[in-house]
């Protein structure tokens, strides 16, 4: 049987639960890597927070098809569909984080903010 490099038949329904969890898994990996970068001591991370953290979720969902698709997973192999899905998870959280970000007020003069030390 030849194993073609997407999985897109119709055992692989665009509303499965399966969908969901790649939304709601590359929701989390973004605003969680979004947030850390926000912390970070350095302003470039600090400025570049929602692209690092949509970078990471991207390259963990991208890395997640790849193991389907050399069977480490055990799944029907690679599918574009599961890939649209990352994506949107990931669109989510970068827009939600830019309306935070967005209409987040400016501290006051006296009020620290906290930076972790990497």
């Known amino acids: 049987m030849e194993k073609t490099l997407f999985n897109d038949g119709g055992e692989d329904p665009w509303l499965a639960p399966d969908k969901f969890y790649h939304v709601i898994f590359c929701f989390t990996i973004s605003l969680l890597f979004s ?28 890395a997640k098809e790849a193991a389907d698709q050399f069977g480490i997973f055990p799944s029907a192999g690679a599918s574009a569909r599961d890939a649209v899905a990352d994506s949107v998870g990931v669109v989510i959280a970068a827009l939600l984080l830019f309306i935070w970000k967005c209409r987040r007020s400016r501290p006051d003069p006296g009020q620290t903010r906290p930076i972790l030390p990497i």
Do not use: D, E, K, V
């Open 35 to 62: 947030t850390l970068a926000s912390l970070s001591r350095y302003s470039f991370l600090r400025r570049h927070s929602i692209w690092i953290g949509s970078a990471f979720s991207l390259a963990a969902g991208a």
